[in-house]
């Protein structure tokens, strides 16, 4: 990687599930057929491909200023600032160049115009880091002393004492320059493997179709497929359910062997730098102490009894012999919200959202505003939802609303990234203008506790109770439970590989399988294709990898200081929002502990666990009630 963190490369990608299908269209509109008032704005970085090219050209005539440079970091202070000034130039173009191809790539990756430039920018970026391969290796020869004699001279350089102690962290994993240079060269062609699921899982993969609950034949697809898993029809459910599966199972072999490269690549980078393990080089690279990791896929394998006990209470509320695959999101209680607009949908989380202050609230109107969303689904267009942006360009977001509850979760989710990193860049020097991954995740998740809790709150009947209940209990097991069994799948895999072994399909859904079993028993039946769900998750193609067990400790931590917010109000907030604008001017686990929560302690982890059980409890005596009322009615 370069030694200025390039701020544009983070992805947030959220395979969220909507909650019902009876909005759907019958067929997947085309992006021109959206209204623009549901469509971001990308103007705001280039006007068209033509000024885009116009800043490839610009970013190609000042790659060479940055060798310039070299052999010359340690002359002095002045040059030091100089150098890392010039990076950052450089680092603006090839970031607002990087997301806005990907942006349009992602708007309908059918149009191969528009991979081809996103192909094209990743390029740029190899470049780029190739360009600067010199950096690191150089500056952490100079010596810490002169180091601190630099900064304590030229006052230009004391914002950048954080990244510089960051960046000693990584000497003894730091390579010559010739050898930074060959990485540097590896990272595009080795990065290529979510490309090719994206590819194929946006494009390529088709699923047929199905007979919807009005007993009309619809096409089945990626972001369908959730609906269909919370309809009331079982049929509906299952046909679904095992009409992707089966889907996926065609291209079995192909994605494993895609994956098993993946993983190859990330143990590849970790023994160049000559880590013991890739889990050892994620941790380390983002300054989390292993033992984070490790105690919360032993804190939650060992807690899944609350777990397991929620679904044995879904398997008796359905009414059916054995709780199936397909049976784990369906509605338990008829749903409360039904058919939310997209207008409507702003209004309920701003609404829920006014415990974060006047501040947080006008910037999520100002999204609205300046077109940051992009709200609905067309063909072609990647699935899931996520928020992107560079330090000088909007804080987009993306999702495929289709007007459920979850969906409405789903906005306050991604608002949440993007304030995030509006509040981060609008306080922050570029160099501390993004955040890492361990703390990412925590501002969306507060957003849908605060969400919840609030609608929990104005509840009126046992019905609604438990229908709100159900349905952030399946959220919580999404976010905690599920992920935390995902990061346990990715370690279990690597584990493999670092050991000499083949990742096959046959491993890889004997893994997965095992997993599964682990954190979900026999509460839940599992059916023989489930264990191919590992090669529909693109979270596992990243090339930060290690990065879904931070969706556990992110849930971890925002029920926490979602709690402290709504409990202790403007203390709480403000420290809350101290943190999001604290971009990555200090390290993740202390920014925690500066928002009231130490994540190296096993017992937040508890915390959250003794949460889920105590919502469970509360579902079951909302049940009871509903039950109790429906026989007096009788």
């Known amino acids: 990687m370069p030694s200025i963190k ?7 990608t959220c395979l969220l599930l909507v909650a019902s299908s009876s909005v759907f269209a019958k067929g997947v509109p085309e992006r021109s057929d959206i209204d623009i008032q549901y469509k971001w704005d990308l103007t705001d970085m280039y006007a068209d491909a033509t000024a885009w090219e116009a800043d490839r050209e610009r970013f190609l005539e000042k790659l060479p200023t940055l060798s310039a440079h070299r052999g010359k970091l340690g002359e002095s202070g002045a040059r030091l600032l100089q150098a890392i000034e010039s990076i950052q130039a450089v680092e603006t173009i090839i970031s607002n160049l990087y997301v806005y191809a990907g942006l349009k790539s992602y708007e309908d990756t059918r149009i191969s115009e528009n991979a081809a430039r996103f192909s094209q920018a990743q390029g740029l970026y190899s470049q780029y880091q190739q360009a600067l391969s010199y950096f690191t290796p150089e500056l952490l020869a100079i010596p810490d002393e002169t180091l601190t004699r630099f900064i304590q001279s030229n006052p230009g350089l004391a914002v950048y004492a954080h990244y510089l102690d960051e960046t000693a962290r990584m000497r003894p994993y730091t390579l010559s320059e010739a050898e930074e ?35 009309d034949e619809v096409e089945l697809t990626n972001s369908r497929y959730g609906a269909f898993l919370h309809s009331t029809d079982r049929r509906v459910r299952e046909a679904a359910w095992k009409g992707l599966f089966e889907g996926y199972k065609t291209l079995n072999h192909t994605l494993a062997a895609n994956y098993e490269g993946h993983v190859k690549s990330r143990v590849f980078f970790a023994r160049a730098r000559g880590f013991d393990s890739r889990l050892e080089h994620a941790t380390y690279t983002n300054a989390i102490p292993i033992e984070v990791f490790n105690n919360l896929i032993k804190t939650a394998r060992d807690g899944s009894e609350p777990l397991q006990r929620y679904l044995r209470l879904r398997e008796k509320a359905l009414g059916v012999d054995r709780l199936e695959i397909w049976d784990m999101y369906a509605p338990i209680v008829p749903p409360t919200i039904k058919d939310v607009s997209f207008d409507e949908a702003k209004e309920i989380v701003a609404e829920a959202l006014t415990p974060l202050g006047e501040e947080y609230i006008s910037v999520y109107w100002k999204g609205f505003d300046e077109g940051w969303v992009d709200a609905m689904a067309n063909r072609g267009k990647r699935g899931g939802a996520y928020s992107w942006g560079t330090y000088t360009s909007k804080p987009y977001l993306s999702m495929n609303f289709e007007g459920t509850l979850n969906n409405v979760s789903t906005l306050a989710h991604e608002y949440g990234h993007s304030i995030h990193s509006y509040l981060t860049r609008n306080t922050q020097p570029q160099v ?32 609604e109770r438990a229908y709100l209940l159900s349905s952030y209990l399946d959220e919580f097991r999404g976010g905690f ?50 264990q191919i769900e590992w090669s529909r998750i693109p979270h596992f193609l990243r090339s930060d990898n290690f990065y879904v067990y931070q969706y556990s400790t992110s849930f971890v931590a925002a029920t926490a200081l979602a709690k402290q917010i709504l409990e202790e109000g403007e203390p709480a907030r403000e420290r809350y929002l101290t943190m999001l604008k604290s971009g990555s001017n200090d390290y993740p686990i202390e920014l925690l502990k500066k928002a009231g929560i130490d994540m190296t302690s096993p017992e ?8 889920f059980d105590d919502l469970v409890d509360q579902l079951e005596r909302a049940l009871e009630e509903m039950t109790a009322v429906a026989g007096i009615t009788r």
């Open 6 to 12: 390039p701020h544009f490369f983070r992805l947030f």
């Open 181 to 215: 240079r060959l990485l540097a060269m590896a990272s595009d062609p080795l990065d290529k493997f979510d490309s090719v699921f994206t590819a194929i899982d946006s494009s390529d993969l088709s699923f047929g179709t199905m007979i919807d609950e009005s007993g």
């Open 432 to 463: 501390y203008g993004d955040y890492r991954t361990f703390i990412a995740e925590i501002a969306s998740m507060t957003n849908e506790a605060i969400l919840m809790q609030k609608m929990l709150a104005e509840a009126t009947s046992a019905g």
């Open 481 to 530: 439970y599920r992920q935390a069994s995902f990061a346990d799948f990715e370690a279990r895999a690597h584990a493999k590989v670092e050991s000499g072994e083949a990742l096959t399909a046959e491993v890889l859904n004997t893994i997965y399988a095992d997993v599964f079993s682990d954190y979900y028993g026999d509460a839940v039946y599992a059916n023989e294709l489930n």
């Open 604 to 611: 937040p982890i508890e915390a959250t666990i003794e949460v």
